[in-house]
């Protein structure tokens, strides 16, 4: 999922009332659900689609999710105590107990994998033991509803915590409680679709934008070609790409990532590697790759 969505997360747990737990907890979960996208830094020393391949893998998995909570409840401890030295850590701040950093920076953490995995985009859950991909297919990566409802849940619990209310965190755990049933909603649908007509082949059910209680249906046809709610993609047969990807970095990072491979043909004459799930023209371009050494066998008449 985008940024916003982690922060709120985060932001959600502790007005729920983890952030009365020690102090900093509001940081610890807020950049513990942004903390696993540190592997952002690829973009310096990876080029084209080599990121592709790197992103939501190791920062991502099991070890990673231990060793990054312990790192961000250091830092946030030291920071407490290096204001605390400088006469200069607020007075309404509440103390600060190590446990509860490191507890809360993991539960931050946590729920940055497990929102990741709604999407199509996929992700790598137990790297470095297994590169296998999961999928969720539940919402779309930006979700305006889903901030809707963390928002106003954040926003109204801080109005009343700052009245003074006694159940303050209540709107925040309604908010949670709704992202929580909003979820599951949309999981459902996208197993009933799947159920909704047996003679589709192993379907990819991708959440349309700004509305992710209906479904865009990709189909492998087992031909190097798809079909996008029943309209093919594809121009040339899908060859055997070992030896390319064995000469070409480029191609085996997009092949390693890409669930739904599919070649077109360019104005040009050459052949363009893209995937059926990101075909929208605004973002089609930065999920493609050119393969100038590949001639195209064009695909039969649908």
């Known amino acids: 999922m985008d940024n916003l969505t982690h922060s709120l997360v985060g932001a959600v747990l502790g007005q729920a009332g983890l952030k009365k737990k020690t102090g900093l907890a509001m940081p610890a979960l807020i950049i513990g659900a942004n903390l696993p996208d540190v592997d952002a830094a690829c973009f310096f020393w990876l080029h084209g689609t080599e990121h592709l391949a790197f992103r939501r893998g190791i920062t991502h998995g099991p070890p990673a999710l231990v060793l990054l909570p312990l790192m961000l409840a250091g830092l946030l401890w030291a920071f407490d105590r290096w204001q605390t030295k400088r006469g200069k850590r607020p007075e309404g701040r509440l103390p600060v107990h190590f446990g509860w950093l490191f507890a809360l920076s993991f539960i931050g953490c946590v729920t940055h994998p497990a929102m990741d995995w709604l999407n199509v985009y996929g992700i790598r859950l137990l790297e470095p033991f297994s590169s296998q991909w999961f999928y969720g297919d539940t919402l779309f990566i930006i979700d305006p509803w889903?901030?809707?409802?963390?928002?106003?849940?954040?926003?109204?619990?801080?109005?009343?915590?700052?009245?003074?209310?006694?159940?303050?965190?209540?709107?925040?755990?309604?908010?949670?409680?709704?992202?929580?049933?909003?979820?599951?909603?949309?999981?459902?649908?996208?197993?009933?679709?799947?159920?909704?007509?047996?003679?589709?082949?192993?379907?990819?059910?991708?959440?349309?934008?700004?509305?992710?209680?209906?479904?865009?249906?990709?189909?492998?046809?087992?031909?190097?070609?798809?079909?996008?709610?029943?309209?093919?993609?594809?121009?040339?047969?899908?060859p055997d790409l070992t030896e390319v990807r064995r000469t070409n970095s480029q191609a085996d990072a997009f092949l390693f990532w890409s669930r739904a491979p599919f070649l077109t043909r360019a104005p040009d004459g050459s052949v363009v590697l893209r995937d059926a799930r990101f075909t929208d023209p605004r973002v089609a371009d930065r999920f493609s790759l050119a393969l100038p050494d590949v001639k195209c066998v064009e695909l039969t008449p649908p």
């Open 146 to 238: 889903l901030w809707a409802m963390l928002i106003a849940g954040i926003w109204v619990s801080r109005r009343r915590e700052k009245a003074g209310a006694a159940k303050w965190a209540r709107p925040a755990q309604v908010g949670l409680a709704a992202m929580l049933a909003y979820i599951g909603v949309n999981w459902l649908i996208t197993q009933a679709v799947g159920l909704h007509d047996p003679s589709l082949d192993d379907p990819i059910m991708s959440p349309r934008p700004a509305w992710s209680l209906e479904r865009e249906i990709i189909v492998d046809n087992r031909d190097g070609s798809y079909l996008i709610d029943y309209d093919r993609v594809g121009d040339c047969r899908l």
